[in-house]
Each structure stands twice: as structure tokens, then as C-alpha cells.
């Protein structure tokens, strides 16, 4: 009673385990593929091979079976087990390269959205704008713009402006010589002798530009500053043009409430030569620190162009005659912006040009 009816159990055993075993070999390559991610799948792989998995359960009913079959048995478990773990270890795979594969592509931050910092824009520096603004007064008013070079023979920048040579006057203008015998321009005022060389009165032009002297810097002189040359000659121009043009020039860049003042002075090309306030325009003439209580703030030198300078240049004095007048750039820019330092304007600290 003991023999056949074991031995049809351990068989009924047998087949047990291997449809169990014909189940999971068909079902585990399914079940790790969906796993996405590497938590699920050690899940997944803990149901089939883990204490209380599936294939263990499959593994437990062994003892059942009758001895001889054993071996044959087992070794088709094991066979399925290394089966699911070769699989399971190609899954992690599989997801692992994934997830690499992911933080490769990942953006650092998002491209479409839209840019935080505009990229700054530059923008004109002060001694650009007031020169503009000046050449733009005088332009409106009639003047064409003359253009010259900064490397000049000393003819052009002294001797025909009636400078002899070793006049003192050349002292207040010390240059910057090349060894070819040419200086670096030390005013403007060589435009009206290129001007006057070459064009027929009448004629009215302005020549703003870089101009050079030999002084040590401070907070009020540079080696290179910025003049504005202004000129007309006609047949009778006269001091009261001079005067008209400089009070309505003064008027356009400070107001129609301004008012100016020419004071005798000495420049060799000009006869008679005066300098020219404003009226102090942070006091309004009451007397401030900045125009040192005189409540006038010299702002260009001007005059009648001299006889002689005409003869050097080929006009005829008795048939014409002119005014001229040259100012700083820097220190209209200073008094405008209120800067105290002519170094700033040189030193290129954005911190500083951004206000402008
Ligand atoms: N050239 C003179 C200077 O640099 C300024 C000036 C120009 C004076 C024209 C009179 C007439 O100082």
C-alpha cells in the first residue's frame, strides 16, 4: 500500500514542479522587462527567487519527491533559477545604462525659457555727447565740419598762426615732437590754417578733435584733451557776429536764461582775442565753489582772426576778415556732468561711464 500510491505522488509531485517551473520560465522574461526602474525589478526578482518567492515555494515541494527523481528535478530548478538570475542581471543592466543615458541628455536649465540678463549695451562716452552736442549747435547754425591730422608740421600748428619760432606763447603749449621734425597738434586752431589754404572766403566751418601737450596729469590736465575750433571769414565779419554766435551758442547749450562775457586776452592769431565766461550756471552768478565765488566760468578763448595770419595763408586781409574761437571739450563735460577729476574720463571704469 506503501510502494505505488507514494510513487504515483512523488510523480503527481513531479509534473507539479515542472508545469510550476513551465509557468515561471514562460512568464519571468515579461515580468522583468516591465520593471522600469531598478526598485521594481529587485521587487520582481524577490517574488521569483527570494525566500518566499516563487521559484523557492517550487524548490520547497523537492522534499516530496522520491529520492531517485531528486537529482534530475533540482537540476532543472537550478537551471531556471540561474536562467532568472542571468536575466535579472541584464535587466539592471539594461535600466542602469538608461538612467546614465538620461543625466547625459539632461539640459542644465531650460532653453526655451527666456534670458534673464539683456547683454549689457554700451553707449556713447561724455566727451562724445558734449562734443556732439556742440558740433551739432554750431552745425545747425550754418557751420560745416572740418576734419584735420593729429601729427602736424609746426608751420600749420605755430609758425602761420603768428608763433615765431621761441615765441613764449609755444612755452604754454609745450609738444610732443617726432623725430621727423612734425608735433602732435597742441590746439585746434591748425584747421584754420588748413581751412584758409585751401577754400575761398566766405566760409564758416567747426573742427573738433584730439589735440596733445606735454603736461604732467592732475585731476585738471591730461597729455591729450579735446578742443572744438570754430571760424568764419566773410567780407566784413565783425566782433558783433563773434558775439551773436557765442550768445546763442551759449544759449542752445545752457539755456535761454545764460548770459556770457569776453574778458581781454592774448592769443597770437587773433586781434583783439578775449576769453568768455558764462554765467555760472550752478550759482546763476551768486557766487559758488565751483566758479570760485566770481559767479563767471571761463569756458573758450576767442578773437578776430589776426591780418597776418590771413597773409600767411593767402587771403587778403583788406578785402576779409574773421572771427575764430576754441574751447575745451573736458571742461565743458566736467561742468556739465559735474565730474572732478579729468583722470575719470580716462580710466574706462564702467562703474563711472554707466552713468552717462
Ligand atoms: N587755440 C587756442 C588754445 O588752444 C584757443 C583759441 C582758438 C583762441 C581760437 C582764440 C581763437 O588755447
Same mark, same amino acid.
Given at each position: 500500500?506503501?510502494?505505488?500510491?507514494?510513487?504515483?505522488n512523488?510523480?503527481?509531485?513531479?509534473?507539479?514542479?515542472?508545469?510550476?517551473l513551465?509557468?515561471?520560465?514562460?512568464?519571468?522574461?515579461?515580468?522583468?522587462n516591465?520593471?522600469?526602474?531598478?526598485?521594481?525589478?529587485?521587487?520582481?526578482?524577490?517574488?521569483?527567487?527570494?525566500? #518566499? %518567492?516563487?521559484?523557492?515555494?517550487?524548490?520547497?515541494?523537492?522534499?516530496?519527491?522520491?529520492?531517485e527523481?531528486?537529482?534530475?528535478i533540482?537540476?532543472?530548478?537550478?537551471?531556471? #533559477?540561474?536562467?532568472?538570475?542571468?536575466?535579472?542581471?541584464?535587466?539592471?543592466?539594461?535600466?542602469?545604462?538608461? #538612467?546614465?543615458?538620461?543625466?547625459?541628455?539632461?539640459?542644465?536649465?531650460?532653453?526655451?525659457?527666456?534670458?534673464?540678463?539683456?547683454?549689457?549695451?554700451?553707449?556713447?562716452?561724455?566727451?562724445?555727447?558734449?562734443?556732439?552736442?556742440?558740433?551739432?549747435?554750431?552745425?545747425?547754425?550754418?557751420?560745416?565740419?572740418?576734419? %584735420?591730422?593729429?601729427?602736424?608740421?609746426?608751420d600749420?600748428?605755430?609758425?602761420?598762426? %603768428?608763433?615765431? !619760432?621761441?615765441?613764449?606763447?609755444t612755452?604754454?603749449?609745450?609738444?610732443?615732437?617726432?623725430?621727423?621734425?612734425?608735433?602732435?597738434?597742441?590746439?585746434?586752431?591748425?584747421?584754420?590754417?588748413?581751412?584758409?589754404?585751401?577754400?575761398?572766403?566766405?566760409?564758416?566751418?567747426?573742427?573738433?578733435?584730439?589735440?596733445?601737450?606735454?603736461?604732467?596729469?592732475?585731476?585738471?590736465?591730461?597729455?591729450?584733451?579735446?578742443?572744438i575750433?570754430?571760424?568764419?571769414?566773410?567780407?566784413?565779419?565783425?566782433?558783433?557776429?563773434?558775439?551773436?554766435?557765442?550768445?546763442?551758442?551759449?544759449?542752445?547749450?545752457?539755456g535761454?536764461?545764460?548770459t556770457?562775457?569776453?574778458? !581781454?586776452?592774448?592769443?597770437?592769431?587773433?586781434?583783439? %582775442?578775449?576769453?568768455?565766461?558764462?554765467?555760472?550756471?550752478?550759482?546763476? &552768478?551768486? &557766487?559758488?565753489?565751483?566758479?570760485?565765488?566770481? &559767479?563767471?566760468?571761463?569756458?573758450?578763448?576767442?578773437?578776430?582772426?589776426?591780418?597776418?595770419?590771413?597773409e600767411?595763408?593767402?587771403?587778403d586781409?583788406?578785402?576779409?576778415? &574773421?572771427?575764430?574761437?576754441?574751447?575745451?571739450?573736458?571742461?565743458?563735460?566736467?561742468?556739465?556732468?559735474d565730474?572732478?577729476?579729468l583722470?575719470?574720463?580716462?580710466?574706462?571704469?564702467?562703474?563711472?561711464?554707466?552713468?552717462?
Amino acid at each position: 500500500m506503501a510502494g505505488p500510491p507514494q510513487s504515483s505522488n512523488s510523480e503527481n509531485i513531479e509534473s507539479n514542479i515542472d508545469a510550476g517551473l513551465a509557468t515561471l520560465r514562460a512568464q519571468f522574461p515579461a515580468r522583468f522587462n516591465a520593471a522600469e526602474s531598478e526598485p521594481s525589478l529587485r521587487e520582481e526578482n524577490a517574488k521569483l527567487l527570494g525566500k #518566499k %518567492g516563487e521559484l523557492t515555494a517550487i524548490l520547497k515541494q523537492l522534499g516530496a519527491v522520491a529520492p531517485e527523481a531528486r537529482k534530475a528535478i533540482g537540476e532543472r530548478v537550478n537551471a531556471l #533559477k540561474t536562467e532568472v538570475e542571468a536575466a535579472f542581471q541584464k535587466r539592471l543592466a539594461t535600466i542602469e545604462a538608461a #538612467k546614465r543615458d538620461a543625466e547625459l541628455n539632461a539640459r542644465p536649465f531650460d532653453l526655451t525659457l527666456p534670458g534673464r540678463l539683456a547683454a549689457p549695451i554700451g553707449h556713447a562716452h561724455p566727451i562724445s555727447i558734449v562734443r556732439d552736442e556742440i558740433v551739432d549747435i554750431f552745425a545747425r547754425l550754418g557751420f560745416q565740419v572740418h576734419d %584735420g591730422p593729429e601729427i602736424e608740421l609746426e608751420d600749420y600748428n605755430f609758425t602761420k598762426l %603768428g608763433f615765431p !619760432p621761441d615765441h613764449p606763447a609755444t612755452d604754454m603749449q609745450d609738444s610732443f615732437w617726432t623725430t621727423s621734425g612734425h608735433l602732435l597738434r597742441t590746439h585746434t586752431s591748425n584747421i584754420q590754417v588748413r581751412a584758409m589754404l585751401s577754400q575761398k572766403p566766405p566760409f564758416a566751418f567747426i573742427a573738433p578733435g584730439a589735440v596733445y601737450r606735454r603736461d604732467d596729469e592732475d585731476a585738471t590736465h591730461l597729455p591729450m584733451f579735446h578742443q572744438i575750433e570754430g571760424f568764419m571769414v566773410n567780407e566784413r565779419v565783425t566782433f558783433a557776429e563773434l558775439r551773436g554766435v557765442l550768445t546763442e551758442f551759449a544759449e542752445r547749450l545752457y539755456g535761454r536764461d545764460t548770459t556770457i562775457r569776453f574778458r !581781454p586776452s592774448y592769443f597770437p592769431f587773433v586781434e583783439p %582775442g578775449a576769453e568768455v565766461d558764462v554765467r555760472c550756471v550752478f550759482c546763476k &552768478g551768486g &557766487g559758488c565753489s565751483i566758479c570760485k565765488q566770481t &559767479g563767471w566760468i571761463e569756458i573758450l578763448g576767442a578773437g578776430m582772426i589776426h591780418p597776418a595770419v590771413f597773409e600767411h595763408c593767402g587771403i587778403d586781409p583788406e578785402k576779409y576778415t &574773421g572771427f575764430a574761437f576754441g574751447m575745451g571739450v573736458e571742461r565743458i563735460a566736467m561742468l556739465r556732468y559735474d565730474i572732478p577729476d579729468l583722470r575719470m574720463l580716462v580710466e574706462n571704469d564702467p562703474r563711472f561711464l554707466v552713468q552717462f
